[in-house]
């Protein structure tokens, strides 16, 4: 029976996926920043396991609790949405620490066992907003892009040792809390010279019909990177990413 392990499983896409892959029979280790037990079954197949991707420390604890894994999926991120003139450098740097620089230092630490074990996958998952430029993400797409970037490169660093390396971009998804978790880091609010551009924004969006991504579109994504050995790099899910990828 093989072993996944996911961060970013509280809620959206890494809670679906933990889900999903345990659904299909695999051992699932499920971490959160604050662990809760009850939104995943009760299974001896599901752990459930503390993990901030910004603490050396977190991380290596939870390397040595999970004990040897299959695969891993860096889902763990945290949005922004603001002009950059209302985005503080702290802000930046808190994204990147995350969404960036947490995927890194997560793949660090697995990476010994795969290169050792000539086996093993690693999915970054990303956004289709590297596709498509969007207004007011100006910072959480350079922090996306630069996975996007590292991933490529690491695909093909990994390949003597058999350690495949694939990438799932997910399109806008109301169903999460990204809208939600993003505007909680709007500190001041938008700038004052910025408002006539939000309110036109916002208005785009409600009145938007276009499809979205559901987070089931994207642990399909997910086990199919996972599962299939011949899968591009890059994995638009839902439909509004994969129509993205197309054009």
């Known amino acids: 029976m093989k072993t996944v392990l996911i961060t970013g499983c509280s809620s959206g896409f890494g809670l679906e996926t933990a889900k ?3 659904g299909r029979g695999w051992r699932v280790i499920a971490t959160m ?3 809760r037990e009850d939104l995943l079954p009760r299974s001896d197949r599901m752990r459930v396991l503390p993990l901030d991707v910004t603490d050396p420390r ?10 040897p894994i299959d695969a891993l999926v860096n889902n763990a991120g945290i949005g922004l949405l603001n002009a950059l003139e209302g985005t503080s450098m702290d802000a930046a740097r808190d994204v990147f ?6 995927t890194i230092a997560m793949t660090r630490a697995v990476l010994p066992q795969f290169r050792e074990r000539r086996s093993g996958v690693i999915v970054n998952v990303t956004s289709s907003v590297t596709l498509k430029p969007l207004h007011l993400l100006s910072v959480y797409t350079a922090s996306k892009a630069a996975v996007n970037a590292f991933t490529e490169s690491l695909a093909l660093e990994l390949e003597p040792f058999n350690v495949r390396v694939r ?14 978790n993003a505007r909680s880091r709007m500190q001041g609010g938008f ?9 036109k924004v916002f208005e785009s969006w409600s009145r938007s019909t276009d499809p979205v991504t559901h987070p089931s579109d994207v642990a399909e994504a997910v086990w199919r990177a996972v599962n299939d050995p ?4 890059r994995l638009p899910a839902g439909a509004d990413a994969v129509a993205l ?3």
Do not use: C, K, M
């Open 97 to 102: 620490e995350t969404n960036t620089l947490g």
């Open 33 to 35: 920043r604050t662990p």
């Open 20 to 22: 999903d892959f345990h």
């Open 245 to 247: 990828a197309a054009a």
């Open 58 to 67: 977190s991380i290596s604890t939870l390397i040595d609790a999970a004990g």
């Open 167 to 180: 990438l799932v971009l997910p399109g806008r998804a109301p169903e999460t809390r990204f809208g939600e």
């Open 191 to 199: 700038p004052e010279a910025y408002r006539g551009l939000v309110q």
């Open 230 to 233: 011949v899968s591009p790099v």
